[in-house]
């Protein structure tokens, strides 16, 4: 008897009309050729121009793979439910996605820019750069002082120390900020996701009782 290590991943993309076990599991096996083939099972189908998800479990999939071999032992690691996300291929056109990001760039300079501002305003930042300076100089602030460059060198730094990018380079090798709340976004959507179709498999299940039934 074989055994088999299927591991999954909480989400997975594809191009292809036919979503191969290959494509959405790490396989391993001692038998290469067992391997091989599993590799090229169709795990879901799709149709149509748009965007399409399925969700599979492990037993799901542990299934399918005992149709071909009924004795081989099934070792699943990682996750138990796996988003399989069809995304059609298309053309992408290099000026709308140069626009999108313009777009962007925009809304967030100018957002952030009006945060600050409004910030400034609300703690009275202006005053505090007044009374600093007439009590180091003596004198009253006339115009733009060593404070206020000073204040805008260290804003712009201290923000680019801590999102931890510019220009497509990292200050360090972790993860940036944005990319730790983007990956927590997308993993509470995917629990979600896998939750509500959980949740919707028991509801349309005739052998799902009032105590908490499953999908067969």
């Known amino acids: ?3 088999l290590y299927l591991k999954l991943e909480q989400k997975k993309q594809v ?6 076990l290959g494509d959405v599991a790490t396989l391993f096996c001692g038998e290469r050729s067992v391997r091989n083939r599993l590799q090229a ?3 879901a189908h799709f149709s149509g121009p748009k965007k399409q998800r399925k969700i599979l ?3 799901d999939i542990i299934a399918k793979i005992q149709e071909i071999y009924p004795n081989i032992q099934v070792t699943p690691l990682g996750e138990t439910d796996t988003i399989v996300e069809y995304v059609p291929p298309k053309k992408h056109s290099l000026l709308w996605e140069w626009c999108k990001v313009a777009l962007v760039c925009v809304i967030c300079f100018f957002g952030a820019a009006f945060t600050i501002i409004t ?3 609300d703690v009275s930042a202006g005053s505090v750069f007044e009374e600093l300076y007439k009590s180091f100089t003596g004198q009253t602030q006339t115009g733009i002082t060593v404070l206020e460059i000073t204040y805008a060198l260290g804003l712009a ?3 680019l120390v801590f999102f931890n990018h510019f220009s497509g380079h990292r200050l360090t090798t972790d993860p940036t900020p944005i990319e730790v709340e983007m990956e927590q976004y997308e993993y509470n959507v995917n629990k979600s996701l896998i939750s509500y179709d959980s949740r919707k498999g028991q509801q349309n299940d005739p052998k799902a009782d009032s105590t908490g039934g499953h999908r067969s």
């Open 1 to 3: 008897m074989d055994t």
């Open 15 to 20: 191009s292809s009309e036919k979503a191969l």
């Open 41 to 43: 099972l169709c795990v």
């Open 57 to 59: 479990t492990v037993t």
């Open 119 to 121: 910030f400034n305003n």
């Open 157 to 159: 730094i201290g923000i």
